[in-house]
């Protein structure tokens, strides 16, 4: 019935051409909240409108050629087929135009070159298929990925409808979360493949690209909520990596760095303390669901030919050791999940997949020993 | 003349019997219907491929297909599209109508014509295979950056070997239609009185040449990166991810030239045979034609603006970039100039040739936005750019494919085609496929990426829209291949003179023989040509 009923609305949309049928489609890009995304959308429309002007002279030009010189109306053809004072002005025109037009978008380019004088920056690493969000300033640091209820939703056959899930598929765990009116640069690199970070209200995207940094910066003028999506194809869970960036108050952001800062403790606190298996289990599914069900699948059955299966895996009920090496360092596709997950979370999902999923190993690994391995894990990149 | 033809035709052999005759032919004729065939045959995979991506995209939510598979889809359509549909389609045509054009016998390689054809042919079964392998067909997209295409499973190989063989076959197929046009010609056929269609095919075939040998030369350190231990393209190792992209880009941009020009030529062919007038500018559009093929190699960073590349370097390929609207915009002028103060009638083949004008056009404005790099910040890689290559792709490359076989099918079979059902297949087309790309401005403008297999809802509306659209655009298609179907078997159709157009004499060399077109022409080279027109 809802389906009919949209079709319904979109149909009679596409009919009268106006109106809406849904509130918050947009037929225009953003203007968005920087002075950077307000120059380009001013440059979009001058783009724009040019094009309509010379869509009219030489449409308007065209019909009336076809309406008027038919044979049917017995016009008689000419036969002209050259005049070059004719081509001679319709090239210099577009020239002039295009020029024109080179002028304010190299003045954005220089503009948006400069990210110097900064004063803070954010460390962007792209994951396969989430964010690392590193504050390079206050030592804050974090992942975010697509919200739970959005990942529920969008499976096969989830019977969800999106419609029922706030901001479906652009919602995150963890937002970043920033300072207006201060200029923040940004540095894009990736861990696997090649990502792109875009949020349309900060009026540009960036590639991120492994092995290399690029730069970018914005100040948001307008506190809000402001969301985006990975805008490079980058794999299975493309279009699953949103982007929500909130541009608070200077003063309700350093409440929210202390807060930060005292998660980050308790994190702490958390590994040190002693779990129990039936603790690891239950925290390590919502884990699993979370980082490892899109490839391997929800039920642990894997993809054939493509990811393995974690249900029966020799390697998963094996020595539990072998296991955690392969989970921290990664493998091909596999990514290093050492250095994404907290130690809670690696030591719970490590656990879950043992004694879940049709395996029943029934050991189990403490999140102090986990940390440990990360700690030696690091100081052998640092070394490298 | 075409009774002159008729007398040469009647001591030579004529095509071999049964299945044989299809698989050994080194005739033009032959060897160009077999590339047309292949090209609409593939245009339908393909197609039903796009139908299943907009099916999936119809709402919100994941409903028919996995993500990896999805993925695949977009992939594989663009590789079937371009090299198996566009690409054959114009060789098709090249094979066809170069040599009754500038009044050859045939093509000047024959043999190299025959093989280069099923070399095509074994390409694409390799590439096809891939979607019953494990892991899946290639699902890195068409432009297959690393290092994500380097996670393709079995099927990595097999597309680059398929990549391979494709590129031989175009190098193979350019030698031939260059060393006929400067070989084969009649006397009196000089350079400057070639059709246009001729022209845009020499100057595609040195694109090829050029292009078609670094796009083998990207996809080989590919497979060496995955399988031989290189770092090409692996900062680990000391290599870059983003040098693929531009060698890529450096074959990839001439490459969408490499599919409009023939266009062009196609359009340049048919306007003013049913405006009769001869061409406007025909000088000019020969050097815009050069011009755009020129600029088309030193432009290629700008699909890249996003990876981090200099200023100086991002505004030294936005200008360039800019300069392709002029050559492109004398184009446009010309084709309205030739309409201008004709006397038309608006047979199939004109209406979408001028379909064809007028939603290039649309292509060209976006094209021209996003030649501006501050704008591609916020347009690149989102369905803003979908609808651009779309808009130059299907109402301009397709249009001129279905504009070229109404116009010279009579020719070929002898029999005109359903007029009727031409302008109603026009008409369905012209409309659903504007249905199917118009929304797809708004939707990328609105912040919609390219390649997502699921959306969030504010982009429903559009989304449906479009995909309503594809279907009743896709549909529309099985319309031209009952038309021509029809028009080959010739019952109730009404037979072709040998002109087939009025006038169409005085526009070119193919309509002063018979029609059909017997399988042997040009024996000994015409001693006339229609000059006046050019």
């Known amino acids: 019935m809802k389906k009919t009923k949209q079709l319904i609305a979109a149909l009679s949309l596409l009919l009268s051409g106006i109106g809406s049928a849904q509130a918050d489609y947009t037929l225009n890009l953003m203007k968005g909240v920087t002075r950077i995304s307000n120059e380009v959308y001013d440059m979009h429309m001058i783009a724009l409108w040019i094009c309509v002007a010379v869509g ?30 004719v081509e001679i002005i319709w090239t210099i025109i577009p020239t002039i135009i295009l020029v024109v037009m080179a002028i304010p978008a190299t003045k954005i380019m220089i503009d948006l070159d400069d990210a110097s004088e900064a004063e803070m920056t954010i460390k962007v690493t792209g994951w396969q298929w989430k964010w690392e969000y590193e504050y390079l300033d206050e030592g804050i640091h974090f992942f975010s990925s697509l919200d739970e209820e959005s990942n529920r939703a969008r499976q096969i056959g989830s019977g969800i409808d999106p419609t029922s899930v706030p901001h479906y598929l652009l919602n995150v765990d963890n937002p970043v979360v920033i300072p207006v009116h201060t200029k923040i640069r940004f540095l894009f690199t990736a861990a696997d493949v090649i990502h792109a970070w875009w949020v349309p209200d900060l009026g540009w995207k960036k590639d991120t690209v492994p092995g290399f940094i690029n730069e970018s910066w914005t100040e948001v003028d307008v506190p809000g909520t402001y969301r985006g999506q990975c805008a490079e194809l980058c794999g299975q869970d493309h279009g699953f990596m949103p982007i929500v960036v909130i541009a608070m108050e200077k003063a309700d952001y350093a409440v929210w760095v202390e807060e930060q800062k005292e998660l980050a403790l308790a994190e702490q606190n958390a590994a040190q303390k002693e779990w129990s298996k039936e603790e690891l289990i239950a925290k390590g599914e919502t884990v699993y669901a979370n980082n490892c069900a899109s490839c391997h699948m929800a039920d642990g059955a894997g993809m054939s030919g493509v990811f393995p299966a974690i249900s029966g895996s020799p390697l998963v009920i094996g020595d539990i050791d072998a296991q955690v090496d392969l989970m921290m360092k990664g493998q091909g596709m596999m990514p290093a999940f050492g250095q994404m997950l907290s130690p809670v979370d690696f030591a719970s999902v490590a656990t879950f997949i043992r004694n879940g999923l049709g395996n029943a190993v029934g050991d189990s690994i403490q999140p102090s020993v986990i940390q440990k391995q990360q700690s030696t894990l690091a100081a052998v990149e640092d070394d490298e | 003349m075409s009774a002159e033809t008729a007398e040469h035709d009647h001591h030579d052999h004529g095509p071999a019997k049964g299945l044989l005759r299809w698989i050994v032919t080194t005739n033009h004729k032959d060897i160009g219907t077999l590339y047309l065939v292949f090209a609409l045959v593939m245009f339908f995979v393909g197609g039903l491929m796009a139908l299943i991506i907009r099916t999936e995209l119809f709402e919100p939510g994941m409903q028919f297909i996995e993500p990896q598979f999805f993925n695949s889809m977009t992939t594989m359509h663009a590789l079937v599209m371009i090299f198996g549909a566009v690409m054959p389609g114009f060789v098709g045509f090249a094979n066809w109508m170069i ?78 239609i260059i060393s006929t046009i400067f070989n084969m010609r009649a006397p009196a056929m000089t350079l400057m009185k070639m059709p246009l269609f001729v022209w845009t095919w020499l100057i595609t075939a040195f694109l090829l040449i050029a292009i078609m040998p670094v796009f083998a030369g990207a996809v080989t350190m590919l497979l060496t990166d995955r399988f031989f231990d290189t770092s090409f393209f692996d900062a680990a190792g000391g290599g870059d991810p983003v040098l693929y992209q531009h060698i890529f880009w450096f074959f990839g941009h001439p490459e969408v030239y490499v599919l409009i020009l023939p266009t062009f030529g196609i359009a340049s062919t048919i306007i003013p045979v049913f405006a009769r007038k001869p061409l406007f500018g025909y000088a000019s559009m020969v050097y815009a034609t050069a011009a755009i093929a020129f600029l088309s190699f030193i432009v290629w960073a700008h699909h890249m603006f996003l990876v981090g590349m200099p200023l100086a370097g991002e505004l030294y390929f936005m200008y360039a970039t800019m300069v392709i609207a002029v050559p492109t915009a004398v184009k446009i002028f010309n084709w309205t100039a030739t309409m201008w103060k004709g006397a038309m009638t608006f047979e199939t083949p004109m209406l979408f040739s001028i379909a064809f ?43 001129m494919l279905m504009a070229g076989g109404y116009f010279w099918l009579p020719k070929w079979t002898g029999n005109m085609y359903d007029e009727r059902l031409g302008k109603l297949h026009f008409w369905l087309s012209a409309i659903s496929v504007n249905i199917l790309f118009f929304p797809q401005h708004f939707l990328g403008l609105a912040g919609m990426p390219r390649r997502i297999p699921d959306y969030a809802v504010q982009f429903t509306d559009w989304n449906m829209i479009s ?50 077109a017997p399988y042997h022409t040009f024996l000994t080279p015409p001693e006339k040509i229609p000059t006046e027109h050019y």
């Open chain 2, 357 to 399: 004008v007028v939603l290039f056009t649309i292509g060209g404005f976006t094209g021209l936005m996003m030649s501006l790099a501050p704008l591609d910040f916020q347009y690149h890689d989102t369905y803003f750019i979908v609808a651009h290559f779309h808009y130059t792709l299907v109402p301009a490359a397709i249009f």
């Open chain 2, 99 to 176: 040599p009754m054009m500038i009044g050859a016998p045939d093509m000047a390689l024959p043999r190299m014509n025959n093989m280069s054809f099923w070399m095509l042919v074994a390409g694409f079964v390799l590439l096809i295979s891939t979607l019953f392998m494990e892991g899946g067909a290639p699902a890195a997209g068409w432009t297959m950056y690393p290092p994500l295409v380097l996670q393709t499973g079995n099927a990595l190989p097999f597309a680059i070997f398929s990549i391979h063989l494709m590129g031989i076959s175009s190098i193979m197929g350019s030698i031939n």
């Open chain 1, 56 to 85: 009219v002279v030489v449409f308007g030009t065209m019909f009336y050629s076809i309406y008027y010189h038919r044979k049917s109306m017995g016009h008689e053809a000419e036969q002209f087929h050259e005049n070059t004072t």
């Open chain 2, 467 to 516: 995909s309503i659209g594809a279907f009743i655009y896709g549909f529309s298609q099985l319309l031209f291949v009952y038309i021509v179907y029809k028009t080959i078997k010739g019952t109730g159709c009404e037979k072709a003179t040998d002109e087939v157009w009025e006038d169409a004499s005085k526009h070119g060399l193919e309509w002063t023989i018979a029609s059909p």
